[in-house]
């Protein structure tokens, strides 16, 4: 048993001989927001796996408000109040944005199709009660004026907040963001920064995010956890984290682009 919300422990993933995640224990409480940090191949985007159930640990514990996930199918974790991003878009190109965000609650929905024949009343309310709810996600995230579009029209930045929409429509209880500014410019990202503190702080929703993008992980969160080969570096407040030597340490010694990531990190310290 456990008092937080989301507690790892000790969550270990192999690929035949990789242990893309290995012996890594974190945890997130409500009302925090929590990002994951490090660099290319560190085994961020296998954790996030691991945690919304698209693949089973090799050993090692996810609870969700002390319910063991081990037993649950990972298709059940939606409905256990796990939502997610991908890091890819995955969305209908060829839906509206009020379909793709109800998308999200159908994930979610309790009521089977033989169910919805025998009890069209219930179904039918059912259905209404979505509907309002994807119509206050919209109102949310201020995309009412593209509501009515097909997704595939829209920019890549109003695709990204469909997508958090649609997980917001699973009524997450922590909402798993990954790299959701990857791609964006600055004004972008300024307003999605602004919608995961408004997650946070108007909806409840505690956040789990991999982010690539250090001034966004030093603004927003409340802690960082840093891995590297699978493995946790340190842990702690973002002030705490950026000063790490092993966190510096594990950005220059990935190539070009990690030392470019560095200078991120120590600029965000000054
Ligand atoms: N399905 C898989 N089969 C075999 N190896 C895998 C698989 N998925 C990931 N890996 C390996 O596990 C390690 C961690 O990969 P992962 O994608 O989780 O890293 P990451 O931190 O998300 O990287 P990035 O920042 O580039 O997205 C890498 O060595 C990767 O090659």
Redesign the pocket.
Known sequence: MTDHLLQLRQVT?G??G????NGVSLHVDKGEIVS?I????????????LISGV?PVTSGTIEIEGQDLARVPGHRYVQLGIGRTF?NLALFKHGTVVDNILVGRHWRMKTSVVEAALHFGRSRREEVQHRRRVEEIIDFLEIEHIRDKVVGTLSYGQQKRVELGRALATDPKVLLLD?IVAGMNQEETEDIARFILDIRDDLGIAILL?E?DMHLVMDISDRVHV?N??ETITEGRPAEVQTHPGVIEAYLGHGKSGAGTAKTVTAGAA
């Open positions: 993933k690929f035949g990789i242990k893309a995640v994951i490090g660099p290319n191949g560190a085994g961020k985007t296998t954790l996030f796996n693949l890091q790299e991999i690539h891995l080969f699978g």
